[in-house]
């Protein structure tokens, strides 16, 4: 299955993008998506291991399982107001 | 600034990111009630220094719809809290000028207390809560993402 | 409305009893400085109702020189608490249409727990200590005067 | 001596003016003032026993003594904001 991550702010800057599409085995959950990216070596492998994500807009932990088409964002520590 | 009126909430509040100057008369009348005997007005500015740095503006960055829909949220919840759907929050977003307005937060209520009480909960939740980052931009042409809050923590603790 | 400048207290805030219809962002912009990062305007309105009466309107009158005095001495207070002079405090007397605004507290400061403190300060004491006072006129013709709090006792218990 | 009375909202219009002038022997104290008005009869005596009071803008007791010129708010409970 394929989904996408987004990543925001200090992560956009480190990974050098704000989008990446991922082909995922079924079942796989978010640490797995975490463990993909950050094992394609510099600049990924500077994302957190444990990163704040949310799945289709949704807060969720790592151990959550991703569906094909998800949209997993990648959250620095938020600073709004 | 019309955007305000995009996304309006079930209960009749309104919220809205916009990239557009935040206009605080134009948010104001929005939640113009004849039941109602307090509002109140809070507006986050960018200001002109942090830790001692001079600051020349402020980048603000948001993942969009989960802004709009944490926001929604947060107005929701303050809304039971205060029994008045009279609320209205923009958020702004892109290069803000130092005293340009981030956020406008405004509550109409019957009475001054719960005013108080909901917009002081809006703007501390929309500190903890909305996936929004920014980045001070020195004077000396140098920047750097304020360090934040981690949203996972947040989310463990409810 | 020019009338907020009239009266400038020592350390920069600004007072004034005025009859003109008070405009917020007038008073907004009264505040404004690049050094702080929260304003908070708080809105006193006539509303449409009183204890289940039809309220048309509301008459204010105040006993000028001294109301003027103690709002001084109000915001001086809250300036102290606060730390900052950025206050403006507009207050009107006359007679008021429903939704027109009453009183309007402008507030800026560096950090917003301040401005939520001082603000709030100084509505709860221009309530207690402000020689003002309002007659409400009911839509079926009659009026009377708002039950209000004795200023004697206020003073024996400072 | 002569000092100046005024009354506010309710008060003035009990007492059908906002203004009055009263003559007070030297010495005299607000309380005197006030037995002095009341003793005027309708509508005057119409005035309260003890009236919150300020002597030239500053909220005093029913025990301050009056000078030449002074002058004297008789206020209702107030209601501003």
């Known amino acids: ?81 | 600034m019309n955007a305000p009126a995009r996304d309006q909430g079930a209960s009749g509040y309104r919220i809205a990111i916009v990239r557009e100057i935040i206009d605080p008369a134009a948010v104001l009348a929005l939640v113009r009630d004849p039941a109602d005997g307090a509002v109140l007005l809070f507006l986050g500015k960018v200001r002109d220094h942090a830790e001692g740095r001079r600051v020349g503006g402020m980048r603000y960055e948001a993942y969009q719809p989960m802004a709009e829909k944490e926001l929604n949220a947060i107005v929701e919840e303050a809304a039971r809290q205060l029994g008045t759907d009279r609320i209205v929050v923009v958020h702004r977003v892109g290069d803000l000028a130092v005293g340009e307005v981030s956020v406008a937060i405004a509550v109409s209520s019957s009475h001054r207390g719960e005013a108080y009480q909901a917009s002081r909960f809006i703007i501390e939740e929309v500190k903890k809560r909305l996936p929004v980052w920014k980045q001070e931009q020195y004077a000396d042409g140098e920047a750097a993402w304020v360090q934040g809050q981690t949203l996972e923590a947040i989310e463990d603790a409810r």
Chains 1, 4 share one sequence.
């Open chain 1, 1 to 81: 299955m394929q989904v996408r991550s987004l990543f925001f702010a200090a992560y956009r800057d480190a990974m050098g993008t704000g989008t990446l599409d991922v082909d995922l085995p079924e079942g796989a959950t978010v640490g797995d998506l975490v463990s993909s990216i950050r094992s394609r070596g510099a600049p990924f492998n500077r994302l957190p291991k444990a990163p704040a994500v949310a799945i289709n807009h949704e807060v969720m932990r790592g151990d959550a399982r991703l569906t094909e088409g998800d949209e997993i964002a990648f959250l620095p520590p938020v600073a709004g107001g």
